[in-house]
């Protein structure tokens, strides 16, 4: 796959030869940024952009924008290129800038927020969880029940309708 990539790379770098790539800007207020520009390690625009993603895990347009010093379009139609490749997840919210995801960005949150919770709930934990557990259980059984009463009800006052005339 690495193979496929370099190649991949390589031809996007004769499409796009004549974007050029502005100094690093020391004064990015973005904590995903701090890595100085990497463009030695690198040999084109999208390799960095790729590299910027897979270590922040997810990026603000907006963000890359004030970092390359590039307009907001022509970044999406980069970052458009690098989602057709299935190399990122260009994500659309439904308020603010495009956003620029590494693949399976949202499972490895929910893995992390599992481990996370399952953590929490070892030793002393436990106990509140067990409890937890049974009071859902509870609420769930006697949901159940109301709602099967309230279904009952409804048909028996159906059938009076239809007796009564």
Same mark, same amino acid.
């Given at each position: 796959?690495? !193979? *496929?990539? !370099?190649?991949?790379?390589?031809?996007?770098?004769?499409? %796009?030869?004549?974007?050029?790539?502005?100094?690093?800007?020391?004064? +990015? /207020?973005?904590?995903?940024? $701090?890595?100085?520009?990497?463009?030695?390690?690198?040999?084109? %625009? &999208?390799?960095?952009?790729?590299? #910027?993603? #897979?270590?922040?895990?997810?990026?603000? @347009?907006? /963000?890359?924008?004030?970092?390359?010093?590039?307009?907001?379009?022509?970044? $999406?139609?980069? +970052?458009? =290129?690098?989602?057709?490749?299935?190399?990122?997840?260009?994500?659309?919210?439904?308020?603010?800038?495009?956003?620029?995801?590494? &693949?399976?960005?949202?499972?490895?949150?929910?893995?992390?927020?599992?481990?996370?919770?399952? *953590?929490?709930?070892?030793?002393?934990?436990?106990? @509140?969880?067990? +409890? *937890?557990?049974? /009071?859902?259980? @509870?609420?769930?059984?006697?949901?159940? @029940?109301?709602?099967?009463?309230?279904?009952? !009800?409804?048909?028996? =006052?159906?059938? *009076?309708?239809?007796?009564? #005339?």
């Amino acid at each position: 796959m690495k !193979i *496929n990539k !370099i190649k991949l790379f390589s031809r996007l770098k004769k499409a %796009f030869a004549v974007v050029r790539l502005p100094k690093a800007n020391k004064t +990015a /207020q973005n904590v995903n940024f $701090e890595k100085p520009f990497r463009s030695s390690l690198h040999e084109t %625009f &999208l390799d960095d952009m790729y590299a #910027q993603v #897979q270590d922040a895990g997810r990026i603000n @347009i907006s /963000q890359l924008a004030s970092r390359y010093g590039l307009s907001i379009s022509m970044l $999406e139609e980069f +970052a458009k =290129v690098l989602d057709k490749e299935k190399l990122v997840e260009l994500y659309y919210p439904i308020i603010g800038t495009p956003v620029v995801r590494k &693949l399976n960005y949202i499972a490895e949150l929910n893995a992390k927020r599992l481990g996370n919770s399952n *953590n929490r709930n070892k030793g002393e934990g436990s106990i @509140i969880s067990e +409890a *937890n557990k049974k /009071q859902k259980i @509870i609420n769930l059984a006697l949901f159940g @029940i109301l709602t099967f009463a309230l279904v009952m !009800i409804g048909y028996l =006052v159906y059938l *009076n309708r239809f007796a009564a #005339q």
